[in-house]
């Protein structure tokens, strides 16, 4: 089995910083594409930011120039850096990973269990 493990979530100022880990554990045979997203009370699900097996990366324009996905290939590892933090990035934040679990098996996507990150004004 493959689990998500998040941390890194809490209570900030505006203008604060925080950073988001998600671990990626179990019986992994490659990582694809690893991504965030997050859910405001009352809002549909968005994604926040991606990264692929070779390290490119998408955002959404709301956290451009604000937040930076980066990976650890060696940690099976995703983080958000997550900096200049406003009010309306307060939700729960999901890490989402595609992950193949043998060489003879089509990957599959993964989520963790969500951390809240809340940012007051």
């Known amino acids: 089995q493959v689990q998500l493990v998040e941390s890194g979530g809490g209570l900030v100022q505006a203008g604060g910083s925080l950073r988001l880990s998600c671990a990626a554990i179990?019986?992994?045979?490659?990582?694809?594409?690893m991504g965030w997203s997050r859910q405001a009370p009352g809002k549909q699900r968005e994604l926040v930011a991606t990264i692929t097996s070779g390290g490119s990366t998408n955002y959404t324009d709301s956290v451009k120039g604000r937040f930076t996905i980066s990976r650890d290939y060696a940690k099976n590892t995703v983080y958000l850096q997550m900096n200049s933090l406003k009010p309306e990035d307060t939700a729960v934040y999901y890490c989402?990973?595609?992950?193949?679990?043998?060489?003879?098996?089509?990957?599959?996507?993964?989520w963790g269990q969500g951390t809240q990150v809340t940012v007051s004004s």
């Open positions: 989402k990973a595609g992950v193949q679990r043998n060489w003879y098996l089509s990957p599959y996507d993964y």
């Open positions: 179990g019986s992994i045979y490659r990582l694809n594409a």
